[in-house]
């Protein structure tokens, strides 16, 4: 396989792999803020609540992540550039699935420890801040984790409203150079490279935190 057209191109991978790692970066971090206002609606006694939250969650998961970046590329009308669109799009869709994770973290915490902050005079909202999320997070880091690594390889379908990540720049070498095939191999072994990297590294982390219970 001719690789030659690295020597010329290879800024293209590494700009690539930059607006990679920073698109699925904030996108996980806003669809964690965003889940966790969606799992604390999902648990919440009052009905309209919940039943916000199990729609957008349900039709999030439902529809494909290409039809939700052109919607909200060409569909809103905030004429967003291509970059935040990609984001705010990667944003919407991990909300819903991390809010699963979330919840499901949430009521993996013992009710006698809520009973017990409860007895003590915490108000609720303190109950949730201070003792049951800190202790959902712990249980949920390594799932956040997968998240992030999952939108990784999912960010490639912003490439097409022309974000320039890794996929969209390996499409333009190949583009440029006439080889359909050595632009894309470079571009599958450097997200398999992102990928196991950081597996490898959850997995250290996630070994240390049972070490420390």
Known sequence: MDLSFLSKYYMFYIMGIKNTVLIAFLSVLFG????IFLALMKISNKKIL????TAYIEFIRGTPVMVQVFIIYYGLPLNLPEI???????????AAYVAEIIRAGIQAIDKGQTEASRSLGMSQSMTMRYIVIPQAFKNILPALG????????ES?????????????NADTIRGNTFKPFAPLVVA????????FTLSKGLGIVERRMK???
Do not use: Q, R
């Open 146 to 153: 997968n998240e992030f690594i999952t939108v990784i390889k």
């Open 211 to 213: 070490a420390s219970d």
């Open 50 to 53: 919940k039943g916000i939250s």
């Open 188 to 195: 599958a072994i450097l997200y398999f490279i992102l990928t």
């Open 84 to 94: 935040p669109s990609g984001v705010l799009a990667l944003s919407i869709n991990s």
């Open 32 to 35: 964690v803020i965003l889940g």
């Open 156 to 168: 490639a379908i912003v490439s097409v409203i022309g974000v320039p990540e890794l996929m969209y």
